[in-house]
């Protein structure tokens, strides 16, 4: 590989994407196809909640269906990724080098915040993959701090493809699929607006600097992720949204690639 691979953050949407991603799965496919092809993916979940940082290091990581009250044909969707056991020990050693406890975890494998959007980036399953989790009682710079532990992966070939949401209020869905609402819109324009212009500060005291936080993120787990992907991509890289658009009235679908400046 010439030279590091960006790391990604994308909003992965509700299950339903898994059978019809339409034209999100559109994007998500055009965006595996423009990147070299990864040695393997450093998936960091926001449906994976742990008190330290830990890694999924089976070699066939089973297809997690977390989520209730869908039709079973989605209960039987199956995504027989293989395992990255390397990756996941690799990570690991650059956490604990870092100063950051994680450890692997033999046991946990591809929850949907993984395997949905992966649906679309790898239909044929054959990239390898090891999740990483998030700690939803630690802060965003927390993430920062173990996404710049793992930069070194990007120079080994490694895609980190962070997956939550720029929004995530579910108790204010509209399942007709309406208009998003004024304060979602906001809090996704500020968003991009302190990425692109590097207002890293803002970022990480996004609680308090960003326009309808806590109704934007009433629990922090689905934003915690895009810190993971902006520690990594190292403090000279420039933010860019590659994609902008919103589900179910306020659930922002927004997506961004952090890369060194050309």
Same mark, same amino acid.
Do not use: C
């Given at each position: 590989?010439?030279?590091?691979?960006?790391?990604?953050?994308?909003?992965? &949407? =509700? #299950?339903? +994407? *898994?059978?019809?991603?339409?034209?999100?799965?559109?994007?998500?496919?055009?965006? @595996?196809?423009?990147? $070299?092809?990864?040695?393997?993916?450093?998936?960091?979940?926001?449906?994976?909640?742990?008190?330290?940082?830990?890694?999924?290091?089976?070699?066939?990581?089973?297809?997690?269906?977390?989520?209730?009250?869908?039709?079973?044909?989605?209960?039987?969707?199956?995504?027989?990724?293989? &395992? =990255? #056991?390397? +990756? *996941?020990?690799?990570?690991?050693?650059?956490?604990?080098?870092?100063?950051?406890? @994680?450890?692997?975890? $033999?046991?946990?494998?591809?929850?949907?915040?993984?395997?949905?959007?992966?649906?679309?980036?790898?239909?044929?399953?054959?990239?390898?993959?090891?999740?990483?989790?998030?700690?939803?009682?630690?802060?965003?710079?927390?993430?920062?701090?173990?996404?710049?532990?793992?930069?070194?992966?990007?120079?080994?070939?490694?895609?980190?493809?962070?997956?939550?949401?720029?929004?995530?209020?579910?108790?204010?869905?509209?399942?007709?699929?309406?208009?998003?609402?004024?304060?979602?819109?906001?809090?996704?324009?500020?968003?991009?607006?302190?990425?692109e212009a590097g207002r890293l500060e803002d970022l990480l005291d996004w609680q308090t600097k960003a326009p309808n936080a806590r109704r934007a993120h009433p629990s922090p787990e689905h934003f915690l992720p895009l810190f993971v992907a902006l520690g990594a991509a190292g403090e000279a890289a420039k933010a860019e949204r590659i994609h902008r658009g919103f589900s179910l009235g306020g659930l922002s679908m927004s997506a961004f690639r952090f890369a060194a400046a050309a």
């Amino acid at each position: 590989m010439t030279q590091p691979l960006p790391t990604l953050f994308i909003s992965h &949407g =509700a #299950p339903p +994407l *898994a059978l019809a991603p339409g034209a999100i799965g559109d994007f998500w496919r055009a965006l @595996a196809e423009s990147l $070299p092809r990864p040695s393997a993916v450093l998936a960091v979940s926001a449906h994976w909640f742990t008190d330290l940082p830990l890694v999924a290091s089976t070699d066939k990581p089973e297809t997690i269906h977390d989520f209730y009250g869908f039709p079973d044909e989605f209960y039987r969707i199956a995504y027989p990724a293989p &395992g =990255a #056991p390397e +990756l *996941a020990a690799r990570a690991v050693e650059l956490m604990r080098a870092a100063g950051i406890p @994680a450890a692997a975890d $033999p046991n946990y494998g591809l929850d949907h915040g993984a395997w949905v959007p992966l649906r679309s980036f790898y239909p044929e399953a054959d990239v390898k993959v090891a999740q990483l989790s998030v700690q939803p009682v630690r802060d965003a710079r927390w993430h920062y701090r173990i996404g710049a532990a793992l930069a070194p992966l990007r120079e080994e070939g490694v895609l980190i493809l962070a997956t939550g949401g720029a929004t995530h209020n579910l108790r204010e869905l509209d399942p007709r699929g309406g208009a998003p609402p004024q304060w979602a819109e906001a809090f996704d324009d500020w968003l991009g607006e302190a990425l692109e212009a590097g207002r890293l500060e803002d970022l990480l005291d996004w609680q308090t600097k960003a326009p309808n936080a806590r109704r934007a993120h009433p629990s922090p787990e689905h934003f915690l992720p895009l810190f993971v992907a902006l520690g990594a991509a190292g403090e000279a890289a420039k933010a860019e949204r590659i994609h902008r658009g919103f589900s179910l009235g306020g659930l922002s679908m927004s997506a961004f690639r952090f890369a060194a400046a050309a």
